[in-house]
C-alpha cells in the first residue's frame, strides 16, 4: 500500500510542479482572502487580534477547496481514471497517496498563511508545539475527508459546486477544533488547547481509515 501511496502522491506532486496551479492560483487567492480580512476590520484592530485564528482556518478551508477541486479532476482527464482502475495498484494505496500529495500542498499553504498572519493581524505564537501538532491533525483530516468526498462527487458533471457544499458542513468539527486550540497557542483563551487538538486527531483518524476502506467501492463506482 505505501509503495503505490508513494506513487499516486508523487505522479499528483510533479503534475502540480509542472502546472504550478498551487503557487499561481491557491497561493495569491489564500493570501488575497487574508488581505480582504485585514481591510475589512482594520478599523477594529482588537477585533481583527482576536479573530486571527478563525480567520486564519477559514481561509485553509477555502483554499483547500481549491486544491482539492484540483486533485480530483486530476483525475478526471486522459481516462486517468480508467488507467487507475486497470493499473492493479492497491486502492487504499492511491487513497493514502492523493491524501498525502494534498496535504503536502495545504502543509506549504498555512506556512504561507501563517507568515501572513503574523505581518498582517500581528500575531504571536506563544504554543509552538501545539501550533505545529494543531497544523499536523488539520492538514490530515481536511486532506483525508477532501480526498474521500472529491472521489464521492467525481464523474457528475457539477462537482465542482457540489463538493464545497458536501465538504464544508463535514469540516466544521476542524474549524471549530483547529480555531480553539489556535486560540490556546496564540494566548487568545485560557482553556487547554490540546483537548481540541485530540478531537482533530480523532477526526483525522476516522476519515482516513473510512477513506482508505471506501475508497476502492467509490473509484469502481465513478
Known sequence: MWRDAALVAGRDLRIEAR???TVHQVAP???LVLVLFAFALDPARSILERATPGLYWITVLFSALLALSRSAALDETAGARDALRLSGLDPSGVFVGKSLAVAAELVVLEVLLGVGVI????????????LAATCLAATVAVAATGTLYGALVSGLRVRETLL???LLPVLAPVLIGATRAFEAALGRAPADGWPWCGLLAAFAVLYSVAGALAYGTLLEGS
Open 19 to 21: 502546472s504550478r496551479v
Open 29 to 31: 487567492f489564500a493570501l
Open 119 to 130: 505581518v498582517l493581524y500581528g500575531a504571536e505564537p506563544a504554543g509552538v508545539g501545539l
Open 164 to 166: 464545497p457544499l458536501l
